[in-house]
């Protein structure tokens, strides 16, 4: 008999609870498992829970994490939702990051042939083309700058500026260790076991490193890139693809980047072979959510 591998999915929300609910039933199967960060600042956890009661293998962070778009606590809600799945009774092979604005692209039977038998991850890197452009610019102004949005995370215009103007003294005031041969990219991955445990090694044995990260700001797109790039060979990670389809170049009109996606996208998501698309809105993506499901519930 065929042992399948286990997936970990570790997701981060805060709103849309419906849609979350229905993310995870889409992905439900015997070897699938969901370890979710409900933002501390939603108040009322219960529509979260009410959206998946009936599904297996659904586990909630008891300690949660208020997650500031673009803060450390993103990089710090990641770690502790790897730590959770790492934690598991059961082993995890694979573990996929996720938030409830991700939608399933595949059949659960197609989803797992991806992975079967292999030891291969999948991540999205910056070209080296845009490392050269950005390394002195967009790079370190997020690492060598002091970002409070953690610390004073209102979004009150008043406050907002006051936090932006500490955060312009503190950095003329102090200048930062200088971090080395910087990378980026998506935030997103589908991680095999094995790069897990080398980025929690890693950590443990470079805590300078990792504090380095705090008070900076979208640097959830750098911290594991910049020391996994040099092992990517090693650990068998596919640098130029995460199994993502994100449209950072639309062919129309974008209130927002990325694109929030609808029906106009859906034959490029379904010939990109992605396993989520992102971002999906329940009132905007409504239609292109009806026909992913459609094309998912055959026979999953």
Same mark, same amino acid.
């Given at each position: 008999m065929e042992t399948k591998m286990n997936h970990a999915f570790i997701m981060q929300v805060h709103t849309f609870p419906e849609q979350f609910g +229905?993310?995870? &039933?889409?992905?439900?199967?015997?070897? =699938?498992?969901?370890?979710? +960060?409900? %933002?501390?600042?939603?108040?009322?956890?219960?529509p979260f829970r009410e959206a998946v009661k009936d599904?297996?293998?659904?586990?909630? *962070?008891? &300690?949660?994490i208020s997650v500031t778009h673009g803060g450390f606590s993103q990089i710090e809600c990641t770690?502790? *939702?790897?730590?959770?799945?790492?934690?598991n009774s059961v082993h995890m092979d694979y573990f996929h990051s996720l938030s409830g604005m991700d939608y399933p692209c595949l059949r659960n039977d197609e989803f797992d042939k991806i992975f079967e038998d292999s030891t291969r991850s999948y991540m999205f890197f910056d070209s080296p083309e845009q490392v050269v452009q950005w390394r002195n610019e967009k790079y370190t102004e997020r690492v060598d700058c002091f970002d409070f949005r953690d610390?004073?995370? @209102?979004?009150?215009? !008043?406050? &907002?500026?006051?936090?932006?103007?500490?955060?312009?003294?503190?950095?003329?005031?102090i200048k930062r260790n200088k971090i080395e041969h910087l990378y980026a990219g998506w935030s997103w991955f589908s991680w095999h076991r094995n790069v897990v445990e080398y980025v929690f090694d890693y950590l443990k044995r470079n805590p300078k490193y990792y504090q380095r990260f705090r008070y900076t700001w979208n640097t %959830? $797109?750098?911290?594991? =890139?910049?020391? *996994?790039? %040099?092992q990517a060979e090693t650990l068998n990670i596919e640098k130029y693809n995460a199994l993502r389809?994100?449209?950072? #170049? !639309?062919?129309? $009109?974008?209130?927002?980047? !990325?694109?929030?996606?609808? /029906?106009? /996208?859906?034959? /490029?998501?379904?010939? @990109?072979?992605?396993? *989520?698309?992102? #971002?999906? =809105?329940?009132k905007i993506s =409504?239609?292109?959510?009806?026909?992913?499901?459609?094309?998912?519930?055959?026979?999953n």
């Open positions: +229905n993310i995870v &039933k889409l992905l439900a199967s015997s070897n =699938h498992f969901f370890f979710i +960060n409900v %933002d501390k600042k939603v108040k009322d956890l219960s599904i297996p293998n659904v586990f909630f *962070l008891q &300690k949660r770690l502790s *939702l790897l730590t959770m799945a790492l934690n610390t004073i995370s @209102s979004n009150f215009l !008043p406050i &907002k500026a006051i936090r932006i103007i500490i955060g312009i003294i503190v950095s003329k005031l %959830d $797109e750098l911290i594991f =890139h910049t020391f *996994l790039f %040099d389809f994100i449209v950072w #170049k !639309p062919k129309r $009109e974008a209130k927002t980047l !990325p694109l929030v996606l609808d /029906e106009r /996208e859906y034959s /490029e998501i379904v010939n @990109s072979k992605a396993i *989520l698309c992102r #971002k999906i =809105h329940p =409504h239609k292109l959510i009806k026909m992913l499901q459609q094309k998912i519930a055959i026979n």
